[in-house]
């Protein structure tokens, strides 16, 4: 999710595009988050009012609506983002002294992005690919079968 | 479909593609035209035949079932000529193949019996002709030309089919309801908001049967009256929506979906939603706010969704499997399907087998088979023969039955009365070194989190039981606590506005019953007996096995561990975080935890 810093015109520009190509009803409003989110990292101030006034929907709603779901984010987000399933599985899997050591490494809490925003840690709920735990995301690419001993090696191959 | 003599399967993985497989592809394809076979040889696109590491690209030739690895473009003209048109294999390019396990799904074991997974790992997904070859759609065509909605409710009806989400509702009569309600327009929508940790089941079907799924709602839309459909799939099965739409896409360019399906003058259209990650989705009024535009927030029922639904209109919900079902139903008849399975539960099952049992994965057994036949017989047992201390069935809000439930037969109704559910059909076996109080614990964490917060008792009540069982955890527990949590589990219960508050309080209240012992230990003598939870546990080098290697001393983050080489090494309590990095390396197990 490595993505340039779009502000002012670029986010104008591409909550119009979003609007003009999937709609202005409001069942439209998540699929536009959702495109927002990706293309931007994050779902900024800018567009959730360009967003408002193109919908014609109240900001409290779409802000409602952003911060509801886990996958949709308000606040900036590191050039990484790693997520570590906390299902039960992976769970009993292991996935715990993972978890301790993805911590450990990367100096975070759960939903802490780094300093040089290079990294967010977060968790996530079951990526359905149980059948490899412990299992974790960073940004599109899975990891399955993580051992402790694993983490520092799979974080240096991200720049 | 067009005759071919031979079909040509050519690994498109990344790391084929990497290396050319696409390449390879236009290769044969010239090759073929050179030699005038390209009428007789069809070349297809699949997904990884061998191991993609040290082989590739691969190709698979049907019917002859030859595997040809490692290949590259330089090889097709001999590899052409040689076995199309001569028909001799061209051993040199045959190489001792490592076979890739599907890790989820294995060749059907003994006592199961596949519905809804017969197709999966069988045909292309993504070519709706092959679906099609198996005598896809034929239950559609069946329903649109010989039976009146009516008459195919009374199939649906007759057969015993009930939701696989975990409800177990009768399928056919809540298609009467949506028939018989009134509406401008009527919904089908399909569940596929898999959200229970550990089940994976209908991801596998979305992604390797989605046209069984198409079937089965546009048979269901016709019975109920439907006209337009949604599929709303959680966002974290991106395959999952890619393949559903590309179905979808293919199902209207063949006239099965749309305007006058099969000149049948019946009318249905059907579009994927994406979820955004929230597991209360699942839930079918937070489901249907979903698609709307909302927050995904349940609301309380009456009015039902057979009657104020999506828009406020008569919507139908079903989950994936159940969908699924339905094809064959059609086809084999409601005898057929109700001759499986066991009292009020008819027909199969999936179940995601997590945990510490050998053979993980998904299995589809019939109903009435026992907890005890599926880990043992299908399952294989409990991984390093360890002993068997509970299994976790229905996801994060089913129960915890120990070992004197393992007779149960599986079915809606057993597992109900033991506590616990049958949910989505999650499965996650637990050995003797689980600590129950610890899994109470984690399954609470994970719906206090997953808590939309709509109402009061799922809010705060989850996050009151979360409070009382990590103090119990951390050795803090107090003789009250029990009692506490067995009436928050109760309230919690009766008072929820869904079923993820309803539910929630299952596993504590479960554990409370099979594995009061270890409450109590946690509580009374400050010590847990599955050697889990950090404050209650210690780490010892012990004398005899220890030969002073110094691999503990040397990985040991908070540098705890001190001794000389070659003499036993000693752990300073006081600044060891209990990692357990030291136990997990030490090669003689001279690392105890007492």
Known sequence: MSKEVKQGQDVQKLVRTLVEDLGHEKAELIPILQEINDELGYISDDAITELSQLMNIPTSHIYSVATFYRMLSTEPRGRHVLQFCESAPCHVAGGRLVWQKLQRVLGLENGETSPDDKWTLLTTSCLGVCGVGPVMIIDNDLYGNVTPEQVPDILSNYK | ?594
């Open chain 2, 1 to 594: 479909m067009a005759y071919f003599r031979s079909h040509v399967l050519v690994s498109i993985d990344p790391v084929c593609i990497e290396k050319g497989a696409y390449d390879l592809i236009d290769a044969l394809h010239d090759e073929l035209v050179k030699q005038g076979l390209v009428d007789e040889i069809q070349v297809l696109e699949t997904s990884r035949i061998g191991d993609p590491e040290t082989q590739g690209p691969d190709l698979m030739v049907y019917p002859e079932t030859v595997h040809y690895s490692n290949l590259s473009v330089n090889d097709i003209p001999f590899l052409v000529e040689e076995h199309f048109l001569k028909g001799r294999v061209a051993e040199q390019y045959i190489r001792e193949a490592k076979a890739i396990l599907d890790e989820e799904l294995s060749a059907p074991k003994a006592k199961e019996v596949r519905i809804v997974l017969k197709n999966i790992g069988e045909i292309d997904p993504l070519n709706i002709e092959e679906y099609i070859a198996r005598d896809g759609y034929m239950a559609l065509g069946k329903v649109l030309t010989e039976m009146t909605p009516e008459e195919t409710i009374q199939e649906v009806l007759d057969s015993g089919l009930r939701g696989r989400g975990g409800a177990g509702f009768p399928t056919g009569l809540k298609w009467r309801f949506i028939r018989n309600a009134d509406g401008d327009q009527k919904f089908m929508i399909c569940n596929a908001d898999e959200g229970d940790p550990g089940a994976f089941a209908n991801r596998r079907v979305l992604e390797g049967d989605p046209h069984s799924v198409i079937e089965g709602m546009i048979i269901g839309a016709y019975a109920a009256g439907a006209s337009q459909g949604y599929i709303y799939c959680r966002a974290e099965y991106p395959i999952a929506v890619r393949t559903m739409k590309t179905a979808i896409e293919q199902a209207r360019n063949f006239g099965l979906l749309g305007e006058d399906i099969l000149g049948s003058g019946f009318s249905f259209d059907l579009e994927v939603r994406m979820g955004a990650g929230a597991f209360v989705c699942g839930e079918e009024t937070a489901l249907m706010a979903s698609i709307e535009g909302h927050r995904g927030e349940p609301r309380p029922r009456p009015p039902f969704p057979a009657q104020k639904g999506l828009w406020q209109q008569p919507s139908n919900i079903n989950n994936v499997e159940t969908y699924s079902n339905v094809p064959q139903i059609i086809l084999k008849g409601a005898e057929w399907f109700a001759g499986l399975g066991y009292k009020k539960s008819t027909g199969t099952k999936t179940f995601s087998m997590a945990g510490d049992v050998k053979n993980t994965g998904l299995i589809e057994v019939p109903f009435g088979i026992t907890l005890r036949e599926i880990i043992y017989d299908v399952g294989g047992g409990i991984k390093d023969d360890k002993a068997f201390k509970a299994v976790q069935t229905g996801g994060p809000m089913g129960g915890c039955l120990p070992e004197a439930n393992l007779d149960l037969p599986m079915d809606y109704e057993a597992l109900g009365a033991a506590g616990s559910i049958l949910g989505s059909g999650g499965l996650v076996v637990m050995d003797e070194d689980t600590c129950m109080v610890d899994i109470a614990r984690f399954f609470m964490e994970f719906t206090q989190d997953e808590s939309c917060g709509k109402c009061t008792p799922c809010r705060v009540g989850t996050r009151r039981i979360l409070e009382i069982l990590t103090r119990i955890c951390e050795g803090n527990g107090k003789p009250e606590d029990i009692d506490t949590l067995r009436h928050l589990c109760d309230e919690i219960n009766e008072n929820s506005l869904c079923g993820l508050g309803k539910g929630a309080p299952n596993p504590v209240k479960s554990t409370l019953e099979h594995f009061l012992d270890e409450y109590e230990a946690h509580i009374y003598e400050k010590r847990c007996p599955a050697k889990v939870c950090r404050n209650l546990i210690r780490f010892e080098i012990i004398d005899g096995p220890c030969t002073g290697c110094t691999l503990c001393a040397r990985n040991c983050p908070v540098d705890a561990i001190s001794g000389e080489r070659r003499k036993t090494h000693v752990i300073d309590p006081d600044i060891c975080i209990k990692c357990g990095i030291c136990e997990q390396l030490c090669p003689y197990d001279a690392i105890e935890i007492v």
